[in-house]
């Protein structure tokens, strides 16, 4: 095979690759999400086994810490679906007049700089439809939940195949060291990505907590809302933050008369994004999330492009994990050298 039809196969390998995804997504969304599901209550489950003492751990203490993490799991799924959709009718109702104060808001600002005619505010609402969009991500939660019992069943056949993976890696090898080396390379990757996807989880719920501290201090409507977005937006780095800090204070505009209170949200959502997020996070997180801010950039536009709102929130657990995975291989090192920020990847 020349090299010209070895690069015509793998173009064509890629395409037929991601038209399969696009395709598949009502299958694949679904089995997706059940596999981040089983990792997170298996990432639970082993912190859990941190508080029991090793002499007291038996078959039986090892399966009540399983039903624990996945108790766990799915109570914050519940909590999660429950804080958007409480909320999502009222929001959807206030849409129009939110939309409207906004804009006024927009053109009294301009008013007062003494700009005029430089932006036409119909335009913008027309072809920026805050109301289509919040609408757009309601209808994305709806399907969501709609496939909940089908992601559930998916993530416990997953549990319960956990234990035999470990016997069918070692049957794969016949050589012993060989089989060694390949228990040594999973338990690495398997513990790379179990503390990423607990650490991440317990920085984006812990600035969701002081964020809605600091909502329900000052009156916000929607307190829990916000805060659960707060949450799911603390996965995606730096675009995720910046959107979850604008979202509740760009609502407080349309809320309160005063700027007292919209100044506490801005400084009380900032600053947790900052100290827990930019400082603490990459303290906790180490070479965790390595990714180089244009690949995630990417990877948000072609996940989004092709599983929508869900495939955005995939998108940066799914990039950590492919590169943490092709970090573990001699031959594919240098691909995740390529996709990190820094060039550093662990070996």
Not at 31 to 58: D, E, G, Q, R
Not at 75 to 85: K, R
Not at 301 to 322: A, Q
């Amino acid at each position: 095979m020349s090299k010209s039809q070895g690069i015509f196969y793998t173009f064509v390998s890629f395409v037929l690759f991601f038209y399969i995804l696009y395709i598949g997504k009502d299958i694949l969304v679904p089995f997706t999400i059940a596999v981040l599901v089983w990792y997170l209550s298996h990432s639970i489950s082993s912190f859990y086994t941190l508080f029991w003492p090793k002499k007291f751990m038996n078959v039986f203490v090892r399966i009540l810490l399983t039903a624990l993490g996945i108790t766990s799991v799915f109570a914050l799924l519940f909590f999660i679906f429950w804080g958007l959709s409480s909320n999502m009718g009222d929001i959807l109702k206030e849409m129009p007049n939110i939309s409207n104060k906004l804009i006024g808001l927009g053109e009294m600002v301009l008013h007062k700089l003494n700009i005029e005619h430089t932006i036409d505010f119909s335009l913008v609402k027309q072809y920026i439809n805050i109301e289509a969009v919040v609408k757009n991500i309601a209808l994305n939660i709806t399907s969501t939940v709609s496939v909940v019992f089908m992601i559930f069943v998916y993530a416990i056949f997953l549990i319960l195949e956990q234990n035999s993976f470990n016997e069918k890696l070692a049957k794969l090898f016949k050589d012993k060291k060989n089989q060694s080396k390949a228990q040594k390379m999973v338990r690495s990757l398997d513990n790379k990505i179990k503390k990423y996807f607990l650490l991440k989880t317990l920085v984006a719920g812990s600035i969701a907590l002081v964020s809605y501290v600091t909502m329900v201090a000052v009156g916000l409507h929607f307190a829990v809302f916000f805060a659960v977005l707060i949450f799911l937006l603390g996965y995606i780095p730096t675009i995720g933050s910046i959107i979850a800090t604008a979202l509740p204070v760009l609502y407080s505009l349309t809320q309160y008369e005063s700027l007292h209170p919209i100044i506490i949200l801005l400084v009380g959502i900032g600053a947790a994004q900052v100290i827990i997020g930019n400082i603490l996070e990459p303290k906790l997180m180490g070479n965790s999330l390595n990714l180089s801010p244009v690949v995630l950039l990417l990877s948000l536009v072609i996940w989004g492009e092709i599983w929508g709102l869900t495939g955005m929130f995939l998108s940066v657990p799914l990039m950590v994990s492919l590169n943490l995975f092709l970090s573990e291989f001699e031959s594919t090192r240098s691909i995740s050298i390529l996709l990190s920020k820094d060039g550093n990847v662990e070996e």
